[in-house]
């Protein structure tokens, strides 16, 4: 109904991210987990509404971080004496997990570079996210960028969608469910277009098994650091 009302919206666009808040609110709705299926439904209506809307305003980290906000405000209202967990703890971050981390974001790494060179993407409007100024200005922003974007998107897949899942559904199911819905929201993002949400769909899948193994967020995020920190370089380099 959203889609059918919001012209800027494309059906065909918009059909993978669709499909995997279906799956969300469906088991939910299956298991009666009302509290849960009202987080859902807000934060995917608040995102599509605000998107057309706002247009190009809507941005990285907005986009995220609003809805999600807006969601869980509805979602402690609906039950105030249920508190929603992002599943936070550090979990496993010795030597082994960090190997893992470390082979993961060379698998990205290498991806992404790959992606780079064979699509030839027009970079023009991440380009212009990039500040002006010196060495230590960009050192900043890069570092700035991956922290907060890793650490964002790890809370939100691995540790609310991820952790949500795994007590409704196999880990399997779960670490797919949320593989895909990670991939879907990067149709715009870095890597793009239906081969950007196919390797962002695989990479979404391997930091949730990183995150199984792990027992916690740690090595994901370090891991998406280090891919975060070659997006930027990309991107610099681009000029």
Do not use: C
Not at 113 to 129: G, H
Request: hydrophobic fraction near 60%; charged fraction near 10%; proline fraction near 4%.
């Amino acid at each position: 109904m959203l889609v059918a009302i919001i012209p800027p919206l494309k059906l065909s666009v918009m059909a993978v991210p669709l499909a995997a808040g279906l799956a969300l609110a469906s088991i939910s709705f299956r298991y009666r987990d009302h509290h849960s299926l009202v987080f859902v439904v807000v934060f995917a209506s608040s995102f599509l509404v605000l998107g057309a809307l706002l247009g190009e305003l809507f941005t990285w980290p907005w986009h995220l971080l609003i809805p999600m906000v807006i969601a869980a405000l509805a979602a402690r209202v609906w039950k105030r004496d249920v508190r929603l967990s992002l599943g936070w703890r550090a979990g496993e971050a010795g030597a082994r997990m960090l190997t893992a981390a470390f082979v993961v974001s060379i698998l990205a790494t290498a991806a992404l570079v790959a992606w780079t060179e064979l699509v030839q993407p027009d970079l023009q409007t991440f380009r212009a996210m990039v500040p002006s100024g010196n060495v230590e200005v960009l050192i900043s922003a890069a570092l700035g960028f991956a922290l907060l974007n890793a650490t964002m998107e790890q809370l939100i897949w691995r540790g609310g969608i991820q952790s949500w899942l795994v007590g409704h559904t196999t880990i399997t199911l779960a670490i797919l469910i949320q593989g895909i819905s990670f991939g879907a929201l990067h149709w715009a993002g870095f890597p793009s277009g239906w081969s950007g949400v196919a390797l962002a769909t695989v990479y979404g899948v391997m930091l949730g098994w990183l995150r199984h193994i792990a027992g916690g967020l740690a090595a994901p995020i370090f891991a998406h650091i280090l891919a975060d920190l070659t997006i930027f370089l990309l991107i610099l380099g681009s000029f």
